[in-house]
Nanobody, 125 residues
């Protein structure tokens, strides 16, 4: 079992920055890939970014490339999402997730086994 707790969300003006954190407890955190997803009202949950178990590989949706950075600190069992140059369209509830399998897509919600409760990010224009 893995427990995930996100923090760092809030209200920010367009062009601003936020840093989300996701603290994990339970099973061996450093063995698994981690992902960030988001869900806006009346929309499906979508992939934002993912990072491999040791942090050597990262993946992003096109619309956040160059603005968001995913990272992890395995000693602290924490994954981060640094979000810069935020836009109103980034407004959503952001979720972190764990993928316990060692193969499969980084991009699909179906590949992830454990989810946090989410943190709200609101970007005003």
């Amino acid at each position: 079992q893995v427990q995930l707790v996100e923090s760092g969300g809030g209200l920010v003006q367009a062009g601003g920055s936020l840093r989300l954190s996701c603290a994990a407890s339970g099973r061996t955190f450093s063995s698994y890939a981690m992902g960030w997803f988001r869900q806006a009202p009346k929309k499906e949950r979508e992939f934002v970014a993912a990072i491999s178990s040791r942090g050597g590989s990262t993946y992003y949706r096109d619309s956040v490339k160059g603005r968001f950075t995913i990272s992890r600190d395995n000693a602290k069992n924490t994954v981060y999402l640094q979000m810069n140059s935020l836009k109103p369209e980034d407004t959503a509830v952001y979720y972190c997730a764990v993928r316990t399998s060692y193969s499969g897509s980084y991009y699909s919600t179906h590949e992830y086994d454990y989810w946090g409760q989410g943190t709200q990010v609101t970007v005003s224009s």
